[in-house]
């Protein structure tokens, strides 16, 4: 098959292409279910983790992403980005299938190190492969289905994402109380058909037709200092860098809380994330719909303080002596953060795509992606040493009822080494919102009025608007209520003077 691009794709050409495009992007979500998110991190735990290894892992698929300038430089010398990308892809595979095959014939090899070590290259060629799909996808999805095909795209991809993930927790339980002397093996077999499923994916995505590629042939430099010269594009950069770089100080944890704090088996914790899952797929085509009406940045600022509230209320986590109430407000964080996180990563996508330019998208789109891949690449690090300097310093506030009757003590807040993590990060998160105002994008429209549109349009469907429609309006009230303390503040000092 060739993997030459073609100057003109006809209609049929491109509707056959984003039939692949849904195709491989299951086949990526298998790959990816197999061997990351609670798995990988349970896996890592069964090798002898230690924190700072944790954030490693968590750190490094966005630290590897400063490799993807090397993407721009491929394309650029080779002037074709579906070669680049499925050959990268291949690459980048190979690793999932010799890390299952090693633990499979080999497991008193198998180690944390060696596990880095492989997961280090497939990262690596991935971050590569990244800009190239990126570019080829702007070029071959017509601009105003963008939001639309995406999240379909990503529907079907969640949930085959909740199948497997449900399927995999229940056998993993299984095997850890039933026969745990196989459990390492049972992780090998995971990575190894992960491995096959990610290469079969790779040559699905040879044949996803790409129309030729109009690249600006100024100097490789030059380019990369357009996006920090384009005052938008620089605003877009700093927001994006300050909220993953505040978010992940906290999200990498989440299941190491879970494990080791709450004591949770997989089949729990796997099926709160497909509760998470659910509440994204009902939602994801309504925020794409949305964000292809009004803004991408409006989605972003009506998600993100929802997220925020959410990532708050894991402080709460833990502090009830019945299990089912710490289950039921796990039910109800995750359940919110499904819908905050599908709106929220969606338009961070789609307004990337939107704000560069068609010529150089692929320089503007990998120096977005190797910027805040520093910030979020260094958060989950920090992360794992904030865990570690707080492990033996716990913060607690109480409220007591003393009567002749009832002695009752209420834990407002009780911070320990997790919650002050997940506090930090939400903190961080409310002040990186701010930095969203400078960021201009066509087609805005005020929040306020998209708020109100949602609102009417859950109203007619779901019973619960009234909850969403004040959770999403929360960091409004916030910062209004700072600011009126501020001058009332200012005031009073103005007075006695």
């Known amino acids: 098959m060739s993997l030459r691009p073609k100057q003109i794709l006809t209609e049929s050409e491109v509707q056959a292409g984003l039939r692949r495009g849904i195709r491989e992007g299951l086949a990526s979500e298998a790959m990816s279910t197999l061997t990351g998110g609670a798995f990988l991190v349970a896996l890592a735990l069964l090798m002898g983790a230690n924190n700072f290894q944790i954030g490693l892992l968590a750190a490094l698929p ?69 800009p190239s799909w990126n570019s080829w996808m702007k070029d071959l999805i017509p601009e105003k289905s963008l939001g639309s095909y995406f999240s379909r795209r990503s529907s079907y991809m969640q949930m085959l994402n909740v ?31 992960a491995g096959v499923i990610g290469i079969t994916g790779a040559f699905v995505l040879s044949g996803i037709p790409e129309p030729a590629p109009e690249m600006s042939r100024e100097n490789i430099f030059k380019l990369f200092r357009q996006p920090l010269k384009n005052v938008n594009f620089r605003s877009l950069l700093v927001f994006n860098s300050a909220w993953v770089f ?29 509760l998470s899952q659910l509440c994204s797929i009902l939602t994801i085509r309504i925020w794409g719909t949305f964000a292809d009406r009004y803004s991408n940045k409006t989605i972003i600022a009506i998600g993100a303080p929802l997220y925020i509230g959410c990532i708050i209320a894991w402080c709460y986590v833990g502090i009830f002596s019945q299990a089912y109430a710490n289950l039921a407000l796990l039910a109800f964080i995750h359940i919110f953060m499904g819908i905050a ?9 789609n307004i990337g795509l939107k704000l560069a330019p068609r010529e150089d998208a692929i320089v503007y789109l990998s120096v977005k992606n190797v910027v805040t891949a520093l ?6 690090l920090i992360g794992g040493y904030l865990a570690d300097y707080f492990t033996e310093r716990q913060l607690s506030v109480l409220l007591q009822w003393t009567g002749p009757r009832v ?17 930090i990060g939400a903190l961080l998160a409310l002040f990186s919102l701010e930095l969203l105002g400078r960021v201009k994008e066509s087609g805005e ?14 109203r007619s469907n779901l019973k619960e608007h009234f909850l969403i429609g004040n959770l999403i309006t929360f960091h409004d009230y916030f910062w209004s209520k700072i600011r009126r303390s501020g001058d009332i503040f200012r005031k009073r000092i103005n007075a006695e003077k």
């Open 246 to 274: 505040a978010i992940n100080i906290a999200i990498p944890f989440f299941t190491v809380f879970m494990l080791t704090t709450l004591k949770l088996s997989l089949s729990y914790i796997i099926g709160l994330g497909i």
């Open 341 to 349: 996180t599908s709106g929220i990563n969606l338009s961070l996508t």
């Open 375 to 380: 910030f979020s690449s260094v958060a989950p």
């Open 163 to 193: 199948i497997l993930s449900i399927l995999l927790a229940l056998l993993l339980d299984d095997v850890k109380r039933n026969y745990p002397q196989f459990l390492l093996t049972t992780y090998g077999m995971m990575f190894a058909l």
């Open 445 to 458: 429209v005020e929040k306020d009025i998209v708020v109100r549109i949602m609102r009417s349009s859950i």
């Open 62 to 130: 966005t630290v590897t992403n400063v490799f993807q300038l090397l993407s721009i430089w491929l394309v650029r010398r080779f002037n074709n980005r579906r070669m680049v990308s499925v050959c990268c892809s291949l690459l980048a595979r190979l690793p999932l299938l010799v890390i299952g095959c090693l633990t499979l014939v080999l497991p008193s090899m198998a180690s944390i190190r060696l596990l880095i070590f492989f997961l280090v290259f497939y990262y690596f060629f991935g971050s590569i492969s990244g």
């Open 407 to 423: 002695n009752k003590i209420f834990h407002l807040v009780a911070l320990h080494q997790w919650n002050f993590l997940f506090i």
